[in-house]
Structures are given as C-alpha cells and as structure tokens.
C-alpha cells in the first residue's frame, strides 16, 4: 500500500510539469502575434546607427569598420533570432500536439522533443558569427537542453535553476533585435 502513493506523486509530478509546459507554450504562442508591431523598432535604431557612423570617419577613421561590424552581427542576430523563434515554436508545437491526441507526457516524449530542439539550436549557433553574443546564449542553452533530453526525467531537468537561466539568456540576448523568444 505505501508503493500507491509513490507512484501517484510521481503521476501528478509529471502532469504538473506537462500543465506548466503547455501553460508556457500557449503564452509564448499568444505573444507571437505581437512581432508585426516590434519589427520596425529595431530597424529604426541601425537607420540611425549608420549616421553615426558617417560622423565618425571624418573624426577617425580606424571607427568606421567597428561600428559597421555590429550592424552587421546587429542583422545576422535577427536573422538568428527569427529561426530560434521558429525552432522554439516548432518544439512547443511537437508538445502540445502530443497532448492534444491524448498522449501521456512520458519521459521519452519530453527527450524527444529536447532532442530535437537541440539539434535546431546547434544549427542556428552554427550559422551565426562565434562573437554574437545570441550565438553564444544559444550554446549554453543548447548544452542545457541537450543534458535535459539525455535525462532519466527530463521534465524535471528543464526546470533546473541552470536551464531556466540559460532559456532566459536567449531570450534577453534576442531582445535587442526585436524578435520576441521566449524558451
């Protein structure tokens, strides 16, 4: 009789987790429809930064190339902030049409779906500059969520102090470029 107990804790652990993940899912869906709105902010501020950057050549001209440079990471991090966005949604998407068809969140669900999220963060880390600072975020996310799906439960490693500061890396070092991820 104390083994029932056991095993519903672990029951209600587990569908907590899932109710917790498709509660985020459904927010970070909602706040999707908001880009439309964000897009033109950003492309206002590297409008402005050229001008300043013309200002600069005539006082140095050894300025000129570094401040060109970060408008140009400014650009590829959009860039790759966008397919995060996708690769996020995608994975959420893979959740919660799971548990839409009535499928149980089991452990090998949960690891399938880090699993693959980790593959498409691999790609998009790969694609950026080693210097960006979202290229960077989406490395240490990507090691955390690679370890969350090589978990024996790995529900319970996403909600890890770790995991949850990388996720909010990413999402801070993509909000200068205007596109809204939310891991």
């Known amino acids: 009789m104390p083994r029932e107990p056991l095993g519903f804790a672990g029951v209600n652990r587990i569908r907590s987790s899932a109710l917790a993940l498709t509660?985020?899912?459904?927010?970070?869906?909602?706040?999707?429809?908001g880009d439309g709105t964000a897009a033109p902010t950003p492309s206002a501020t590297p409008t402005t930064a050229p001008a300043t950057t013309a200002a600069a050549p005539s006082a140095t001209p050894s300025a000129a190339p570094a401040t060109s440079a970060p408008t140009a990471d400014a650009a590829?991090?959009?860039?790759?902030?966008?397919?995060l966005k996708k690769a996020g949604n995608d994975s959420k998407q893979a959740l919660v049409s799971a548990l839409r068809s009535g499928k149980?969140?089991?452990p090998a669900l949960f690891a399938k779906v880090y699993t693959?999220?980790?593959?498409?963060?691999?790609?998009?880390?790969?694609?950026?500059?080693?210097?960006?600072?979202?290229?960077?975020?989406?490395?240490?996310f990507r090691a955390q969520v690679t370890e969350a799906a090589a978990a024996a439960d790995p529900a319970a490693a996403s909600e890890k102090p770790a995991f949850q500061k990388t996720g909010a890396?990413?999402?801070?070092?993509?909000?200068p470029t205007g596109v809204d991820v939310n891991f």
């Not at 985020?24 to 999707?32: E, R």
């Not at 590829?76 to 397919?83: F, P, R, V």
């Not at 890396?169 to 909000?175: F, H, K, L, S």
């Open 76 to 83: 590829g991090d959009k860039k790759l902030c966008q397919a």
């Open 23 to 33: 509660c985020a899912s459904v927010l970070a869906l909602t706040a999707c429809g």
């Open 116 to 140: 693959d999220m980790a593959k498409e963060l691999g790609k998009v880390a790969g694609s950026g500059s080693p210097d960006s600072r979202v290229v960077t975020a989406v490395a240490e």
């Open 169 to 175: 890396n990413v999402t801070a070092a993509c909000e």
């Open 104 to 106: 149980e969140p089991t």
